[in-house]
């Protein structure tokens, strides 16, 4: 009976950061898709597994989803090597936009990696791609565009897509909590102007590379995280100690960021 609260409240939480990043990728739209001559041409996504397609497929690290309970919403209740039970966000947004109904996993317009951060400590620890490979990736695939319908398409191409970007929240599981590495030598405050400084270089690099319309998620309520409800329920010093329930520091704690 105590608990139930708690998750409502958690459930809550994750389903308000669902529909206000979807609210704010359709806000971030609207003005290019009601004018004929500005539609969305493309869209190019970097991030994590908050957003992953199942790129990680081809990746040689320890996280994959191709098995259950993965995919145990999704039509045929299949793992679909999403991190997740049924569809991402992601696919919910190229469905609303009509390019197709599910995100694929190809590292030409996806160039996201289960595992990766804006911390290149926690690259060491999850063995995922790290942001100068995004940029490479995304480098390589506008070459790739060039050759196929010359350089000044692809300008046009860049310009008029979207960008979506996800990071930091491997930052804050692998390298503030499960392992405290950063939180003994960074406070949270100063932790999280690292991401930020991080992140804008990033975006500026996106920027000289032709990116103009982009898109940044904020952190989730990484707290309810199956694996952080675990390991707090287990841990005798954890508030949650034998209970099945979201970890709330660490979503207030998410809740101070500016990411």
């Known amino acids: 009976m105590v608990l139930l609260p708690r998750i409502t409240m958690a459930l809550r939480n994750t389903i308000f950061f669902t529909f206000f990043l979807i609210a704010s990728l359709i806000a971030l739209l609207t003005p290019f898709t009601t004018s004929q001559n500005a539609n969305v041409s ?100 506008l070459q790739r565009m060039e050759g196929v319908v010359g350089q000044e398409e692809v300008r046009r191409i860049v310009k008029n897509a979207l960008f979506l970007i996800s990071f930091g929240s491997n930052d804050m599981l692998f390298n503030y909590y ?53 390991i707090g329920s287990i841990l005798p010093i954890s508030t949650n100690f034998i209970q099945r329930s979201c970890v709330d520091n660490q979503n207030m704690d998410v809740g101070l960021s500016s990411l």
Request: with cysteine; charged share 15%; aromatic share 10%.
């Open 42 to 141: 493309a869209i190019f996504i970097f991030g994590d597994s908050t957003i992953d397609p199942s790129n990680n497929n081809h990746i040689n690290t320890l996280f994959h989803s191709d098995h259950p309970p993965y995919g145990i919403d999704f039509p045929g209740r299949v793992p679909t090597r999403k991190f997740c039970d049924g569809k991402l966000v992601t696919d919910f947004l190229i469905s609303s936009l009509g390019i197709k109904e599910l995100l694929p996993a190809y590292f030409g317009i996806s160039f996201v990696s289960v595992g990766s951060s804006l911390d290149l400590q926690t690259i060491i620890i999850t063995q995922a791609l790290d942001l100068p490979t995004h940029l490479n990736k995304f480098y390589e695939a």
């Open 178 to 230: 499960d392992i405290p590495t950063r939180a003994l030598d960074c406070s949270l405050p100063g932790y999280h102007q690292m991401q930020l400084q991080t992140m804008y270089g990033f975006i500026e690099n996106l920027y000289k590379l032709g990116a103009r319309r982009i898109a940044v998620a904020g952190l989730p309520p990484i707290g309810c995280v199956p694996a952080q409800v675990t």
